[in-house]
């Protein structure tokens, strides 16, 4: 394997990528990636001048250096008043 290539193993195209980075309930929309890719913020391979893949385990190294550390947890519910009658 080149530097410039991925192992078949890894590879993902735009779809796999999509599914990949967005959370449940929380897709990543085509136009983000696209941005992102123009950009050059995401990790990707460009072959023939237009078809862009990625490699699963750069995006989840990508994705692990943008995690930010959560602060005092979940919050509480809140409590509900007593109404007087």
Do not use: C
């Not at 290539?5 to 779809?15: A, E, L, P, V, Y």
């Not at 897709?27 to 460009?46: D, E, F, M």
């Amino acid at each position: 394997m080149t530097e410039n290539s991925i192992d078949d193993n890894d590879r993902m195209d735009r779809d796999d990528a999509l599914r990949f980075l967005g959370a449940p309930g929380k897709p990543v929309k085509s136009g983000t990636l696209n941005a992102w890719i123009s950009r050059g913020q995401i990790p990707h391979y460009r072959y023939a001048g237009r078809t862009v893949m990625f490699s699963r385990k750069e995006l989840q190294k990508w994705i692990e250096e943008r995690k930010v550390p959560a602060v005092g947890g979940l919050p509480r519910p809140a409590r509900r008043r007593r109404v007087a009658t």
